[in-house]
Each structure stands twice: as structure tokens, then as C-alpha cells.
């Protein structure tokens, strides 16, 4: 691709995003009358070959096919949500392509689409967010993309997916269906078409031995991953809670994310480890606007306590003390925002990205992984913990913690409403506190829950991303907005591999 640009540089600039060179071999071109036409990929290893389109002929040599230099191809994945908000969804099929292998010719490009819809128009329309039933269960009339249970019966059956929607279509929102969803409590909003899958949730409507209803159902199954470690969670220190001091051993998990700049390296941002390879931070650490242009984001810091010692120990009596390990940076090779996230948008939804790492980090008594939710219950008391301002409102050197409160989400909506910032059903908010809440430094670090388990210990759970907040902050009335990290797990383990 770098031969590509350079050949191009004169005449054109190329956006890697949107574009892509194909060809470069002699005799061997689109040329002039192919305008518009395809660049096609066949894949033919489960079944019958088919063919899928992934590239428009754009542009390229005034001369075609007479040296080594590729056409210009425009990437079509990069603009199917632009082609499914064009299309009239009536009669719309989207098909889902998980990681389609391409073979090593021409058909270089990985399509990775959605599922959605097919919609029959015999429905008593309704408006969006009114009141509707399934099978006398009460639910939302809401977009069809917005709907849980839309993707999550989509992953156990197309045919049951197409027999639900056409019976449950509710209306029209412009040109976006409507469905009726018995599950809004478990529905995430997702603008711009695409549908993330938050869970495995039975719906009666089409399941008969389906006999609770949704949100008690709402599991997902993260037992013997092999992306994840079954040993996620645990807290090696001997104090939980109180305090806003954390212990040196206490949350494992955290990680400081560092940025290349032309003078030195800084942190701006916190993270959390959720496997020996991936670290869990907030999409605005990664392409936020926010974000100079001459940051570069590099590595993490992993295992670190006090920022300011390069030894990390605290007292342990009135004359010994207790040390750490030397915390550990590792290069970032990959980063992975969510595809829908908006930078300049106020509402910062799937404000949520993941960090592969260069290597894969050994866990130790203070590296551990942090929990994925296995489902979407947000009960007892949170945490945030991290290095962001504090009172004084200059960083601190030490990790901190402090005990949050889940806040009513209605009110909360209502507070950002008189601020021009309409949250989504993806995200949480926590704190509201006057002095308590996570602060700017915080980003993308975690919300955190103890959850009990069966033989009477805890493992604590990643449930929230910090996102954004009131400025200045620990506002009375103001909580702190968090990405909901279960509506987003599916796109995690999508996201990851080993």
C-alpha cells in the first residue's frame, strides 16, 4: 500500500480507510469503460463458490496495465452503512460474513458485515419508543437495529430471525424499520446500522421452552474461552474496601496507556488487562479529538503503583516495608476502536476500543486480568480506580480508588438532555456525588463490580468503560458517563484472537 501512495502522491491522495491498489502486474488492469464496475472476491469453503463485491474501479495510470503500478479501488466495506441508510429497508437483506478468508491473488480485502432485515409491510404502525406486546409480554417499538433480540436470535436462526421481524414490525422511523422489543432494558443503541450482539437472550416469541423472561435469561458464556483466562478477577489484597488509597496488589488489572510525543513519552489514559494480549480502554483514548496530532499512542505501563518511584513499596511495619514488582511497559501492536464510534460526536457513544499488545504479558500478584460480564445486572456497590486528577486537580501519582453509586439512568439522561447530550441505551452512569467521581486521567479505565461466586469468594468484573463527564468534575447531580462493557462483549472476543 505504501508503493501504492507513493505513486499516487502527485496526483491524489489515497485514504487507506476507503481505498485500496489492486493489481501492479503488467497487462493486467481496469481500464477506461470499467469506471464503476467491480472488484469481486470468491470464497467457496462452505459450499457452492460465491462471489462478493468489495471494491468500485476508481481510478489509476492514464496508460493501463503498462507498468507496475496498481488501479485504484474504492472499499466497499468502508461505506456499507452508507449503502444500507440509502436502500428502502422493506426488502433488505444484509448478510452476515464473519472474517471471510480471501485467497493470496487479487481478493485481499476482509469484509466483516452485520445481520439485518427483512420486513413485510402488514404491521399496525406505531411511533418509536411507544408501548407494544409480544406475546402478551410488554416491550418498546424501536429500531429494529436498536433490538437485542433482533441480532441474538439472528446468531440461532435466519429463518426464525425473518418470522420474528415480520411479525413484530412496528413501523418506521424515516426509513429505519421498527420493531417491537420486549427487552429494553437490554437494548443498545446503535446509530449508523450496525447491530453488535450484547447476549444470548431466549425470546418467547419464538422459543417455546423459553418460559422467563429476557433479562433473567440475559447470559453469556465466557467459561473456557481460550481468548480469556479463567482466573480473571481476583484481587490478591487484604483490603476491598474503604479508603482512596489502593494497596500495591490491589485491581492488578489497570494499566496506564502511554503516548509518543515529539518531546518524551506521557500517559493520558488508563485501561484494564482482560488477557495476556489485550488491554479494554475507551475508544476516545485511541482517535479522540481531543488528542493532539502529534501524540502517538505506544505502549502500557502494567504493574504500576506509584508513578513517580521507579520501585513501587509501601510500609508493611514500623520497620520493614513491602515492594512490588517492577512494573512492565509493552508495546501496542494493533488498536482497535469500535467502527461506530464519532469522535465530534457530544453523546460519545461505543466509546469503547481494545489494545493488542506486542507480546503476551505473564501474570503475576500484581498483573492479573480483569472479568468480561457474563451478563448485564448491575447490582451492589462500583468502583473506579486510576491515576486522573484529584481534588487539588493535579494528578496523582498514586492508584486510587473510590466507591461509586449506579445512577437512576432516566435522570441521568435527563441531566445530559439539558446539556445537548442525549445518551444511548449502551451506556451507564455511575457517581453524581459532589467530590466523587472518576476525573480526566481516568479515561478509558474501568467501573468495576465484586461479584460473588459459589465457594464464597469474589472475582471482579470490568462493567463499564470511563467515557465522559461533567467538567469540572465531581459535580452534585452530575454522574459520570460509562460505556455498558456487557452490550459490547460479542464485539470484544470478535475483535480479539491469539
Not at 90 to 118: A, G, Q
Request: with cysteine; glycine share 10%; charged share 20%.
Amino acid at each position: 500500500m505504501d508503493r501504492c501512495v507513493m505513486a499516487f502522491r502527485r496526483n491524489a491522495e489515497i485514504s487507506e480507510d476507503r481505498q485500496m491498489c489492486v493489481g501492479g502486474v503488467p497487462g493486467r488492469d481496469s481500464c477506461g469503460g470499467d469506471s464503476g464496475g467491480l472488484l469481486m472476491q470468491v470464497n467457496s469453503l462452505n459450499g457452492p463458490p460465491k462471489y462478493y463485491f468489495i471494491g468500485i474501479v476508481s481510478f489509476g495510470q492514464k496508460s493501463c496495465g503498462v507498468s507496475e503500478t496498481h488501479a485504484i479501488y474504492s472499499r466497499v466495506a468502508a461505506y456499507t452503512t452508507w449503502i444500507l441508510n440509502t436502500m428502502h429497508p422493506i426488502r433488505l437483506i444484509i448478510t452476515k460474513l464473519n472474517n471471510s478468508i480471501m485467497s493470496t491473488s487479487i481478493f485481499l480485502v476482509s469484509l466483516k458485515f452485520l445481520t439485518l432485515l427483512i420486513i413485510s409491510i402488514n404491521a399496525q404502525y406505531q411511533s418509536p419508543r411507544d408501548q407494544c406486546t409480544v406475546n402478551s409480554q410488554v416491550g418498546t417499538c424501536i429500531n429494529a437495529r436498536d433490538c437485542t433480540l433482533v441480532s441474538n436470535i439472528l446468531q440461532q436462526s435466519r429463518e426464525q430471525a425473518i418470522n420474528y421481524l415480520r411479525r413484530n414490525h412496528c413501523g418506521f422511523e424515516g426509513s429505519n424499520p421498527l420493531v417491537c422489543c420486549v427487552n429494553s432494558a437490554n437494548i443498545s443503541t446503535r446509530p449508523n446500522g450496525v447491530v453488535t450482539n450484547p447476549g444470548t437472550t431466549s425470546d418467547p416469541s419464538w422459543n417455546s421452552e423459553s418460559s422467563s423472561s429476557p433479562i433473567e435469561n440475559f447470559q453469556i458464556d465466557l467459561a473456557n474461552n481460550p481468548l480469556l483466562s479463567n482466573d480473571c478477577g481476583r484481587d490478591l489484597s487484604q483490603r476491598i474496601v474503604g479508603g482512596e488509597r489502593t494497596d500495591l496488589d490491589e485491581f492488578p488489572w489497570m494499566a496506564l496507556v502511554e503516548y509518543q510525543k515529539p518531546n518524551g513519552r506521557t500517559t493520558a489514559c488508563g485501561g484494564v488487562l482482560i488477557s495476556k494480549r489485550y488491554i479494554l480502554t475507551a475508544a476516545h483514548c485511541v482517535k479522540g479529538k481531543d488528542l493532539p496530532a502529534t501524540w502517538r499512542l505506544s505502549s502500557v505501563r502494567l504493574g504500576e503503583y506509584n508513578t513517580d518511584t521507579d520501585k513501587d513499596c509501601v510500609p508493611d511495619s514500623e520497620n520493614s516495608e513491602i515492594c512490588a514488582d517492577d512494573p512492565i511497559t509493552v508495546g501496542v501492536e494493533e488498536q482497535i476502536a469500535h467502527e461506530n464510534y464519532r469522535p465530534t460526536s457530544r453523546d460519545q457513544r461505543y466509546d469503547i476500543a481494545l489494545l493488542r499488545l506486542s507480546r503476551d504479558v505473564p501474570f503475576t500478584r500484581y498483573i492479573q486480568p480483569i472479568c468480561l460480564p457474563s451478563n448485564s445486572s448491575l447490582g451492589g456497590k462500583l468502583f473506579v480506580a486510576g491515576w486522573g486528577k484529584t481534588e487539588t486537580s493535579s494528578a496523582s501519582n498514586i492508584k486510587l480508588k473510590l466507591a461509586l453509586p449506579l445512577a437512576e439512568k432516566s435522570l441521568c439522561d435527563q441531566t445530559y438532555v439539558s446539556a445537548g447530550v442525549r445518551l444511548g441505551l449502551g451506556q451507564i452512569c455511575a457517581g453524581g456525588q459532589k467530590g466523587k467521581d472518576s476525573c480526566r486521567g481516568d479515561s478509558g479505565g474501568p467501573l468495576m463490580a465484586l461479584e460473588r461466586i459459589a465457594d464464597g469468594t469474589g472475582k471482579w468484573t470490568a462493567v463499564g468503560v470511563v467515557s465522559f463527564g461533567p467538567s469540572p468534575c465531581g459535580m452534585q447531580g452530575w454522574p459520570g458517563v460509562y460505556t455498558k462493557v456487557s452490550d459490547f462483549v460479542p464485539w470484544i472476543l470478535n475483535n480479539m484472537r491469539r
